[in-house]
C-alpha cells in the first residue's frame, strides 16, 4: 500500500464561523483577522481564496 509522504490541512474555520454572524463583516476585516491569525499562530494563508464565500441572500 502507498502512502502519501505529506498533506495540506485546510481551514475554513473562520470563513464558515464568520456565516453565522448576524452582522456582516467586510472582506477586509476577514483579511485582517486571518493575518493577526497568522503572526499568533504561524499558520500560513495559501488559500484566500476560502476566506469568502457566494450565497444566495435572503431577500
Known amino acids: 500500500m ?3 509522504t505529506g498533506v495540506e490541512i ?4 473562520p470563513r464558515d ?3 453565522n454572524e448576524k452582522k456582516f ?3 477586509e476585516k476577514v483579511v485582517e483577522m486571518l493575518h493577526a491569525m497568522k503572526i499568533e499562530t504561524g499558520i500560513t ?3 484566500l481564496s476560502e476566506i469568502g464565500g457566494f450565497a ?4
Open 45 to 47: 494563508l495559501n488559500k
Open 2 to 4: 502507498h502512502f502519501p
Open 17 to 19: 464561523g464568520l456565516q
Open 56 to 59: 444566495k441572500g435572503l431577500v
Open 10 to 13: 485546510i481551514e475554513v474555520g
Open 25 to 27: 463583516v467586510a472582506t
